[in-house]
């Protein structure tokens, strides 16, 4: 049994209660009552940022940035793994299209190796290749998440086999920018190690006030009649396409001194053997630097050497 003190306490709160309520306006006694055994408020809910991004790379620098997680050893290749990876890749990815009159073409930096000396750039550390918007869409419907084998010869005569990917991102119906976490629209990727190629299509996105213009989703924008016809040549010792004005596409991209700079990224051209070979750390600085002003002036030689046709 409760001691009386209690009784006396409990009565004497819920008299006051009574009071309480039976001396408010009959509309605000209902909203007391209510309150008094309302739930405790919560804390409104934080939603979470939502990753919108399809293709991940392991880290965000120059080196990890260039791996599909899904296929990252955790460490990166040495530089004599990469070489072999990416020409592997780039030869591979050519080979399959051509093999399935697949049109496509090279770009951005590896258009740019193939201008100086028909080779990926001995620092890059991917490849980039291009199709039209049209081409994205068939590969989305006929050959998304395929895999591909390729075998080949090594220089020490043993015999490579690598499995690609071809992965090609659902967000490809877009052909705007949006968050920038989709400009790239597909990869072709080395299951060994992660390495891939960025493949980018390419749409006229508002051909009524621009027609002829064509685009990415990462505002590289291109007229008609730099694209197409395509040039027939070879990359990487393989045959490859390549866009009809490619100086002008390179110099609008890179500038005009993308073309005539023989020092970059602690390599030396040398055009005697037509490579691109590592300068020792004391001679970096002696390159003499061209003004930006004069630039413009100075035409740069095109890289005709390389082709072989026009188709």
Known sequence: MRPPSFLAVAATTLLFASTLVGALPEGEQAEVRD????????????????????????????????????????????????VESLQYLIRSYLITFRERNIETWIAHGTLLGWWWNGKIMPWDWDLDTQVSAATLTWLGENMNMTMHNYTTVAEDGSEVHRDYLLDVNPNIV????????????????????????????????????????????????????DIYPLRETEFEGVPALVPYSFDRVLTDEYSPRALTKTLHQGHRWHPEQKEWLPEPANHINTHPHMPRSIQSSRKPKAGLRNLLNVL
């Not at 891939?196 to 008609?224: M, V």
């Open 35 to 82: 309150a008094a055994f309302a739930p405790p408020r919560l804390k409104p809910h934080k939603t979470k940022h939502q990753d919108t991004k399809y293709f991940h790379e392991p880290g965000g620098n120059e080196v990890l940035g260039h791996y599909d997680i899904r296929y990252f050893n955790g460490q990166p290749v040495t530089d004599e793994q990469k």
């Open 174 to 225: 877009e052909r705007v920018r949006g968050d920038g976490m989709n400009v790239i629209d597909a990869r072709w990727i080395d299951t060994s190690n992660g390495l891939f190629i960025d493949i980018t299509g390419l749409a006229e996105t508002d051909p009524s006030s621009q027609p002829g213009i064509w685009s990415c989703k990462n505002y590289h924008r291109y007229r008609t009649r």
